[in-house]
Every structure is written in C-alpha cells, then in structure tokens.
C-alpha cells in the first residue's frame, strides 16, 4: 500500500494581525504563549527548515491571525521574504476569517504558492453564529470554503464546538443581545463586496433543525456515566452539532481541526460568563461531541488533525471550559470505549494491545472507571500480563 508522505510544517504565528476585532473568545497572545515573538528570528528560521529539509514535502504556515486581511503589502513582504527558497515540494499555509476569502484574494494565494487555506469557521449554524458575533452568515461561511476548494486549494475547518447560541432558550438570547453590542465595527476591509456576496451559494442546509427527543442525545451519546450530568437544555447543544456534520460532510474539507470553547481571562466571553451569560462544554460533554466528530468523520472521510487547544497554554489564563492538557487523548480514550461496547458484553475478559492499555490507564485512568462503569464486571488483560501467559503457556 502505498503511504502518503507527511508533510513537514513550521509555523510562524501572528498572533490576531489582519483581525479587524477581536472576537469575543479569543486571545491569541495566550493561545499561543506568545511572548514577543522576533519576526525577523521566524523568517530567519523558516528559511533554514525551508533549506534543511530539500526534497521532502513541506510549508511554512502563519497561523494565529487573519492572514488575508493583512494589507497586501504586508503579505507580500512575509511570502517575499521565503519565496526563494521554495522549491516544487514546498508552499505556504495560512489561516485566516471567512470574510477574507474572495475570488481576487484565491488569485492571490495560488500566485503566491499558498497551497493550504484553513478557515475560522468556528460554526456552521447561523444561531450560533449570531450570538457569537462572528458576522457572517451560514452561507457565506460556506461560499468562502467553497471557493477554496473549487480552486484547488487543500482546506482545513476550523470549528469551535460549544459557543454561545449552541444552546437555546433566555440563554441563547442573552448571549446574542451581548455579541450584538460587542460587534461595534467589523470593518471586512471592502472584501464583502458585490464579488463575494453574488458568489452563487447553491447549499444549504437541506435537513430541518434538528429535533432531539427529550432526554435523548443524538447520536451515539448515551452513556450512563455522563447520562445524568447532561440536563434536557445542554441536550440541545448537539443540534447545532449535527447541523455541523451536516454541513461538513457535504462540503468534504480535506481536514478538520476542532477547538472546544475555553473561557480566556480578559475576553468578551469571560464577562458574559462572569454575568451568569454563559456556560462552557463540560470537559465530558467536549470529549463526547469531540468522539462523535471523529465518528462522522471517519465515515465522511474528513480528516481530524487536531482536537482541543495547544497544551503548552498559559493555564492561568483559562477561568473555565473544558481545556485539558491530553484533551485528544481523551477522545481517543472514549472511542476505544465505544468500539469495546460494541465488541464485548460486562462479564467478558477483554484484551488489549499496548497503545490501547496505556490509553485507557493514562490520565489516572479517568477512561478505566468509566469502562468498568459502562461494562461493569468486565476483566481487562493487560499486554504484559498476556505475553507472561503466552510464555507460560509455551514453556508446558
Ligand atoms: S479572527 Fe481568529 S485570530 Fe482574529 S480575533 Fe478572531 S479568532 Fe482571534
């Protein structure tokens, strides 16, 4: 079988530059532990991977803003600075606002061998981007991925699983009154002209809202360990979810990268959370909706790179969400409880291989009690203890 090559990344982060606004979850400086970033040093660096690595596919990526609402000088100046030493196995990867994605803006990324565009998306569901204040609407969101692909461009989505509007009901209003007064002057730099807007949109969202019956998750989520913490209006936090997987698996992105919501100090959300008007994902409600994703994606065959904020996170600066420093670990954790569900009943002995005990032991074993309470009374094998059985039974 014949594997495809990974491609070498090395990023420079520019931390909210391009952004018109700050949006009311983010704090890039934090994200990304910025702490004064030398550009020239990233250039200088970038250009020795870019040397050292002759041959082998790979970008150099400028994550952490908008990237295409910089001025186009200014961009120039970054993509100049690299051009020379890119040969045919290396490009550029940006990540950048839906809003700043045009037909001249694309030109401009493939003159310029930006071969991979990753867009904030944050949500597909127009409620939940009204109350989040993104400005944009659920077409338009899908207009801008659009227009990456069809030009041939690799696109990756970035969504944030749990912003406020994903749930309903006074909540939900609240949430939309405060990000409406937060969104004073989204200045889209003229990008949503004529060009953008008449982009023929023929999507939308062909199924009705979502409907859950009462006490009932949606999809693949009923579990008696988290069964009892999730309350009938948290239930609707997965509508907008499958609204998303909708939309996803129509648009087939080539990647996926998924942020659950965390309260940053200093941010819009954290005041609206400090006002009562907004409650984050619960660390198992993210690892839940995080696992169904992986599920739907690997049935949609849409790549998941990246689940749950940087590790290296200033944790002082995160007052609540569920941020955890083995957050994709989790979820792998949760899957292989899925598929053990479906393979063994409570009274089997179940083997497992080295990748999968260290999984369910890790994080003090936090996914070895939820095992033992899904399929109580079950036996589990370790590796170890299976090859010392193996050996014994060799040696009669
Ligand atoms: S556009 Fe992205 S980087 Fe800029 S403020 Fe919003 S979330 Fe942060």
């Known amino acids: ?104 803006i694309i030109s401009w990324c493939k003159e310029s061998r930006i071969k991979t565009v990753e867009l904030g998306i944050q949500d597909f569901d127009g409620e939940v981007l009204r109350a989040s204040g993104r400005n ?8 801008a991925c659009r227009l990456v692909k069809e030009a041939g461009l690799e696109l990756g989505v970035q969504l944030m699983p749990g912003l406020p509007g994903a749930r309903s009901g006074k909540e939900g209003e609240k949430q939309a009154e405060t990000a409406e007064r937060h969104q004073t ?18 999507w939308s969202v062909q199924q009705p809202p979502v409907q859950v019956a009462k006490g009932k998750r949606p999809y693949r989520n009923e579990h008696p360990d988290f069964g009892d913490s999730v309350s009938d209006s948290q239930l609707t936090t997965h509508n907008s979810q499958l609204v998303n997987q909708a939309v996803v698996a129509s648009l087939q992105p080539h990647f996926l990268r998924l942020y659950p919501v ?35 994606c690997d049935e949609a065959q849409v790549k998941v790179i990246k689940m749950g904020l940087p590790s290296q996170m200033d944790q002082s600066s995160i007052v609540a969400g569920p941020w955890h420093p083995a957050f994709g670990q989790l979820v792998q954790a949760e899957l292989l409880v899925r598929s053990l569900e479906q393979e063994y009943s409570s009274v089997s002995i179940i083997k497992l291989d080295k990748k999968q005990w260290a999984l369910i032991m890790a994080n003090n074993k936090m996914y070895l009690e939820v095992l033992q309470k899904r399929l109580p009374g079950c036996r589990l094998l370790p590796p170890t203890a299976d090859s010392a059985h193996a050996k014994r039974q060799r040696q009669v």
């Not at 870019?50 to 910089?70: K, P, W």
């Not at 944009?136 to 207009?143: F, G």
């Not at 002057?185 to 023929?202: E, I, M, N, P």
């Not at 409650?279 to 992986?294: F, I, K, N, T």
């Open 185 to 202: 002057s989204f200045d889209c730099g003229g990008l949503a002209t004529a060009g953008y807007k008449s982009a023929v949109c023929s």
């Open 1 to 104: 079988m014949k594997h495809k090559t990974k491609t070498l990344i090395f990023p420079i982060f520019l931390p909210m530059q391009g952004c018109k606004e700050r949006c009311i979850y983010c704090d890039q400086n934090l994200i990304t532990s910025d702490k004064g970033i030398n550009y020239a040093e990233q250039l200088k660096l970038a250009k020795s991977f870019l040397q050292a690595h002759r041959g082998t596919q790979r970008q150099v990526a400028f994550y952490g803003g908008t990237f295409t609402g910089l001025e186009q000088g200014k961009r120039d100046e970054l993509i100049g600075e690299l051009r020379d030493y890119l040969d045919a196995e290396a490009s550029f990867r940006i990540s950048t606002h839906p809003l700043f994605i045009n037909e001249e």
């Open 262 to 296: 965390i309260v940053i100090r200093g941010t819009v959300l954290h005041q609206m959370w400090l006002r009562g008007e907004y409650q984050p994902l619960s660390l198992e409600e993210a690892v839940h909706q995080c696992a169904d994703w992986q599920q739907v």
């Open 136 to 143: 944009y609407t659920t077409e338009e969101a899908i207009t």
